[in-house]
């Protein structure tokens, strides 16, 4: 059973950092490719920052280098630190990931994603 749940969310101010974690289980991860997508209210969802099967990265233009997509291969976890926030990153952020062997550019156009997370939320004040 495949099983991804997020942590990390939280409060900050405009320029303040955020990490979350996403922890997987149940995945066979040569052959899995993994993103986070974000949805905030009245918005539709968007990719935020994929990784693909062999390590590949992509992220959303939005991003602008202020965010980092990591991923800790004997832990099972993916990472997003997102650092110099904005009030426009508020929203919903979600762990998703899906089978098959894609890169990270695919990742982040996923938009039904086989195994999501729960979510958790991102509020930036500004």
């Known amino acids: 059973q495949v099983q991804l749940v997020e942590s990390g969310g939280g409060s900050v101010q405009a320029g303040g950092s955020l990490r979350l974690s996403c922890a997987a289980s149940?995945?066979?991860?040569?052959?899995?490719?993994m993103g986070w997508l974000r949805q905030a209210p009245g918005k539709d969802r968007e990719g935020v920052a994929g990784?693909?099967?062999?390590?590949?990265?992509k992220y959303a233009d939005f991003v602008k280098g202020r965010f980092t997509i990591s991923k800790d291969n004997v832990k099972n976890v993916l990472f997003l630190q997102m650092d110099n926030l904005e009030p426009e990153d508020t929203a919903m952020y979600y762990c998703?990931?899906?089978?098959?062997?894609?890169?990270?550019?695919?990742?982040?156009?996923?938009?039904?994603?086989?195994?999501w997370g729960q979510g958790t939320q991102v509020t930036v004040a500004s």
């Open positions: 149940g995945l066979n991860y040569r052959s899995t490719y």
């Open positions: 990784i693909g099967s062999k390590g590949s990265i």
């Open positions: 998703a990931a899906d089978g098959g062997y894609c890169s990270g550019a695919y990742a982040l156009r996923m938009t039904s994603p086989t195994y």
